[in-house]
């Protein structure tokens, strides 16, 4: 059982940045991709940011050169640094930990509004 708690989600107006994260515990394997996706109203559940064990990371199109990804395994935590901020970001972002199939689980998501 692995539970996920996102925090740092807020208002923040665009080009400001905020940094989430996403804190893991109960039985956390490195091994595990962690990725960072987000929902906005009305639409489809979407992958921001993907980190593998191995430190590899891939964006959405959308974010690349604006987030960053990253993950800390002593802390057991992952983490999205989000710059540049635009108002087509407003979601909520849910934190994702999974290995191939099997194991899958998500946070409860922290919500990020970008607006002015």
């Known amino acids: 059982q692995v539970q996920l708690v996102e925090s740092g989600g807020g208002l923040v107006q665009p080009g400001g940045s905020l940094r989430l994260s996403c804190a893991a515990s109960?039985?956390?394997?490195?091994?595990?991709?962690m990725g960072w996706y987000r929902q906005a109203p009305g639409k489809q559940r979407e992958l921001v940011a993907g980190?593998?064990?191995?430190?590899?990371?891939n964006y959405a199109d959308s974010v690349k050169g604006r987030f960053t990804i990253s993950r800390d395994n002593a802390k057991n935590t992952a983490y999205l640094q989000m710059n540049n901020l635009k108002p087509e970001d407003t979601a909520v972002y849910y934190c994702?930990?999974?290995?191939?199939?099997?194991?899958?689980?998500w946070g409860k998501g922290t919500l990020v509004t970008v607006s002015s």
């Open positions: 109960g039985s956390i394997f490195s091994i595990a991709y």
């Open positions: 980190i593998g064990s191995g430190g590899s990371t």
């Open positions: 994702n930990y999974h290995i191939g199939q099997a194991i899958n689980y």
